[in-house]
Structures are given as structure tokens and as C-alpha cells.
Nanobody
Framework: QVQLVESGGGLVQPGGSLRLSCAAS????????MAWYRQAPGKQRELVAS???????NYADSVKGRFTISRDNAKNTMYLQMDSLKPDDTAVYYC?????????????WGQGTQVTVSS
């Protein structure tokens, strides 16, 4: 079974930076999409960024140009570099590894890490 452990969250001032990590243990065979989601209090969960096995990336409009998703296949780890942070970025951030197939995708979620942007 795939288990994901997140780290790197914390309190940062507006304009600051954080780097989130999501390390997988267990077999990640056939994992083809990795993604970061976030959920703020009273808000719906939203997709922040994703990266495919080919290296193709996608970003939410709200973070484009400020956040960068990446992966290190040798370490089975995904990262989210967050720069120019805004108070609206405050949320619990969740990583997800997925086996996306037509007949039924399988998803593995991290426990979440709190990011708070405040002066």
C-alpha cells in the first residue's frame, strides 16, 4: 500500500516562500499523476498543481507563476515550491498520487500540512 508523508508547512509572512514535500513509501508502480490540493476553512477543496509521468504540469490560475510543482523519481518524492505567498494561500495542503486509468483510477492521499500566510 502506498503511504504519503507531507512536510514543509508552517507560518510565513506575505511575500514569503515555503517548500512542501510529499514522500511516498511502498510501491508506486504505475503512478502516473501527482498533484497538490488545498482546502481553506469554509472553502471547497481545489486542485493547486499536478504533474504527469511525462513531466507535463498544470496549475490553478490563482497560483500560476508563483508555485512550481516538481518530482524526484529516485526519491519517490513530490515537491511544491511556493513563492510570493498571499494570505489567500492559507489552507491545508494535501498531496495525492494517482493511478489514472479509464476503467477506474486509484488515489493515495497524504495527511495534509497546514500553510498559514499572515503578517
Amino acid at each position: 500500500q502506498v503511504q504519503l508523508v507531507e512536510s514543509g508547512g508552517g507560518l510565513v509572512q506575505p511575500g514569503g516562500s515555503l517548500r512542501l514535500s510529499c514522500a511516498a513509501s511502498g510501491s508506486i508502480f504505475r503512478i502516473n499523476v501527482m498533484a497538490w490540493y488545498r482546502q481553506a476553512p469554509g472553502k471547497q477543496r481545489e486542485l493547486v498543481a499536478s504533474i504527469s509521468s511525462s513531466g507535463s504540469t498544470n496549475y490553478a490560475d490563482s497560483v500560476k507563476g508563483r508555485f512550481t510543482i516538481s518530482r524526484d523519481n529516485a526519491k519517490n518524492t513530490m515537491y511544491l515550491q511556493m513563492d510570493s505567498l498571499k494570505p489567500d494561500d492559507t489552507a491545508v495542503y494535501y498531496c495525492r498520487f494517482s493511478r489514472v486509468v479509464v476503467m477506474g483510477s486509484q488515489h493515495y492521499w497524504g495527511q495534509g500540512t497546514q500553510v498559514t500566510v499572515s503578517s
